[in-house]
Nanobody, 125 residues
């Protein structure tokens, strides 16, 4: 079975940092692009950051550019999202997702067909 397990969320003060992890199993991880998405209460799910299968291409939304860093370790079947300088507006449930794409970066949320269960990030003082 395909599984994506997101972890690392929690409560953090504004300006703080968190590192999210997405552990994958059940598919050939190195052939899949991975994305991080988030959904705040009452809002649509949005793309945060994406990484190509080998890690050579990256995407960041304007709202997180310069503060978040995505990376992957294909030996560990894991993708990370380092989140620095967190703001209250970053509060959301964060999801990781995968799509078969051995070469190109995928940013379109509707192309992602495997999803993890989400991890809650709350930025508040």
């Amino acid at each position: 079975d395909v599984q994506l397990q997101a972890s690392g969320g929690g409560l953090v003060q504004p300006g703080g940092s968190l590192r999210l992890s997405c552990a994958a199993s059940g598919f050939t991880f190195v052939d899949y692009a991975i994305g991080w998405f988030r959904q705040a209460p009452g809002k649509e799910r949005e793309v945060v950051s994406c990484i190509s299968s080998r890690g050579g291409s990256l995407y960041y939304s304007n709202s997180v550019k310069g503060r978040f860093t995505i990376s992957r370790d294909n030996a560990k079947n894991t993708v990370y999202l380092q989140m620095n300088s967190l703001k209250p507006e970053d509060t959301a449930t964060y999801y990781c997702a995968a799509v078969l794409s051995p070469v190109t970066l995928v940013v379109d949320i509707f192309r992602y067909n495997y999803w993890g269960q989400g991890t809650l990030v709350t930025v508040s003082s």
